[in-house]
DNA sequence: TAGATTGTTAATCGATTAACAATC
DNA sequence: TAGATTGTTAATCGATTAACAATC
C-alpha cells in the first residue's frame, strides 16, 4: 500500500468518525471526498487497497467502512504511548487532549533531569529514564515519543528500544539509527515552517522581494568560470554581494 | 520544484548549519547524502532545481550552498511567528527552543479564555485575539499557528488571514478554508501516530496478531453476495463477527 | 594529466487521474 | 427497470534511480 494511501486513510478515519458521530450511517466516495479534501476517484483507489467495502449505487456504511480502516491501520487493539523529554514539549504532549482524544493514551512521561522527576504533568508523574523498560512492560506501552533534546536523541532511542518499544516518533530533527524492524517517524516542526516559508514565495508575498524571487531563475545564465577551482559566488568572502546582487546575511 | 525536493532541502540546510558549525568548509554530495540519509543521486538532483553551486570533482561550499538554500527556501528575512491558543500546545510551542534555535522566533500568543490574557508564558505575553492584527504589523509577523481545539480553527484562521498571514500552520486536524494565495500546513499529530501504528504490522509486533494481519489479504476472496442490497459485513449488527471470521470491537 | 565529483540524461518506478464497466 | 455509485482499468503524470559525460 502507498505511503501517501495510508496518511490519506488516517484522514479518512477522522472524518468518518465525526460522520457517525453525527449519526450518519451511509457516505459515497464524492460525499467523503469533499469532506477530506480530496478527489473522489483518489478516495474510491485508497479505499480499494482495503478490499470492497461498499455497495455500488448505493455508497459506503460508515461505521463498516471506519472499523475497517481502524483494522487496517492497527489500531484496534489501542496504543498506549510514552514520552521522553519532559521540557516544554513533552510536558505539553503529555497532557495534549489530542493523543487521548484520538486513542493514543499517554501512560508514562520520563526525563533524567531530578528536578523533573516525581512531577506531576496533567494525569501523570514525571519518572526517571531507569525505569522506562519496567514501565513500558507494566503499562504495555506500544509508541514511544522522542521530546528530548537533540543531543539525547539517539540515546533515548536506544533506550526505547531496548525497552521493547518498536514504535518511535521523534521531534528531534537529528539523524538517528535503530534497528531493522524498528519504526521511526521525525516530525521536525521548523522543517514544517520552512517549507511554509518557501510556498510563500510564489504568491507574491511582501516580505519576499524581487531579489529573492529572481535568484531562483538566473540559475542557468551563470558567468563562465576563472580557470582555477573556484565555487560560483562566494557567500562572506571576498564580497558581501552574491552574484545576483542581493546581499546575503551573515 | 517538486513537493518532496522542498522538504529533503529544509533537511540538507539543517545538516549543513552543523557542517558549518564545526567548521567544515567542503562537503561531497556523498558525505552530506549520508549524513541527510538520502541517496547522493537524489541529493544532487534535488540541489540541481537551484541550478549549479558545486564544484565538478571538489564537492559544494559548506557555507555557500546554506546561503543558496536559505535564499530558495525564502528564510533570508528572516520569518516572525505568533500562535493562537494559548492551552497546552500553544505554550509549549511559545516556549520550544526548536522554533526560536532554528530561525522562528515567537514575536506574539493569542487567546480568548480571560484567565490566560495577561499570564507570561517564557519571553511572550498572551494577548487577546482582538489584538492579533495589530500585533502582527507591529513585530512585522509573517507565519501564524493554530493551536486551538478544533471547533476554533476555522474563526482563527480567518482572523490570522484578516490580519495579514499569507502563511498558516494548524495543529487543528479539520479541513479549513483559506482565500487563494494563502498557504496552509496541517499538522496532524494524532494521524502521525496513526501512520506509526500502520507501519509497525508488518514488522510482525507482538501486539499485531493474526487476525489483524489476514484481514489485510483475504479482501479478494468475499463469499458471493445476497440478492438484497446489504454491506459486506455488518460491524454492529446483526452479527459481532465480520467476513472473514474476526470479531470487529464495538 | 589523473582522479574525483558534479550536473544531467534516460530509464524505471510509483502515484494520480479520468473514464467506464459492473452491479446494487 | 432506471438511476446511482462502486471498483478497476488504462493513461497520464511526476518522482526516483543509475549511469555517465562534463569538467574541475
Redo the contacts between chains.
Keep these: 500500500m502507498p505511503q501517501a494511501t495510508?496518511?490519506r486513510?488516517?484522514?479518512y478515519?477522522?472524518v468518518l468518525e465525526a460522520m457517525a458521530d453525527s449519526g450518519i450511517a451511509i457516505v459515497s466516495s464524492g460525499e467523503l471526498a469533499d469532506?477530506?479534501?480530496v478527489g473522489s476517484a483518489k478516495l474510491r483507489k485508497d479505499l480499494s487497497f482495503?478490499?470492497?467495502?461498499?455497495?455500488r449505487?448505493?455508497g459506503y456504511?460508515v461505521?463498516?467502512l471506519?472499523?475497517?480502516i481502524e483494522?487496517?491501520?492497527?489500531?484496534?487493539?489501542g496504543?498506549r504511548?510514552v514520552i521522553v523529554g519532559a521540557g516544554?514539549?513533552g510536558?505539553?504532549?503529555a497532557?495534549?487532549?489530542?493523543?487521548a482524544?484520538?486513542?493514543?493514551p499517554v501512560v508514562g512521561l520520563f526525563d533524567t533531569d531530578p528536578a523533573l522527576v516525581g512531577t506531576a504533568v496533567g494525569a501523570v508523574t514525571v519518572r526517571h529514564l531507569d525505569v522506562l523498560a519496567a514501565s513500558c512492560a507494566e503499562f504495555?506501552a506500544?509508541?514511544g515519543v522522542v521530546a528530548t533534546?537533540d543531543s539525547a536523541a539517539q540515546i533515548v532511542c536506544d533506550a526505547l528500544v531496548a525497552a521493547g518499544l518498536?514504535?518511535?516518533?521523534s521531534?528531534s530533527?537529528v539523524?538517528v539509527e535503530v534497528p531493522g524492524?524498528?519504526?521511526l517517524?521525525v516530525?521536525?516542526?521548523?522543517?514544517?515552517?520552512?517549507?511554509?516559508?518557501?510556498?510563500?514565495?510564489r504568491?507574491?508575498?511582501h516580505?519576499?522581494?524581487a531579489a529573492?524571487a529572481s535568484?531562483?531563475d538566473?540559475?542557468?545564465t551563470?558567468p563562465a568560470s576563472s580557470s582555477r577551482?573556484?565555487?560560483?559566488?562566494?557567500?562572506?568572502s571576498p564580497s558581501p554581494v552574491?552574484r545576483n546582487g542581493?546581499v546575503?546575511?551573515p
Excluded at 71 to 77: D, I
Excluded at 166 to 169: A, D, E, P
Design positions: 495510508v496518511t486513510l488516517a484522514s478515519l477522522r469532506a477530506s479534501g482495503l478490499g470492497p467495502n461498499g455497495v449505487g448505493v456504511d461505521r463498516r471506519r472499523a475497517r483494522s487496517a491501520l492497527g489500531l484496534e487493539r496504543h504511548v516544554n514539549l510536558r505539553a504532549l497532557g495534549y487532549g489530542g493523543f482524544g484520538r486513542g493514543f504495555e506500544t509508541i533534546p518498536r514504535r518511535i516518533m521531534f530533527p539523524q524492524g524498528v519504526e517517524r516530525v521536525d516542526l521548523a522543517a514544517e515552517l520552512q517549507v511554509l516559508s518557501f510556498h510563500g514565495i504568491n507574491g508575498h516580505e519576499d522581494g529573492t535568484s531562483l538566473d540559475a542557468g551563470a577551482v573556484r565555487f560560483p559566488g562566494p557567500a562572506v552574491s542581493s546575503i546575511a
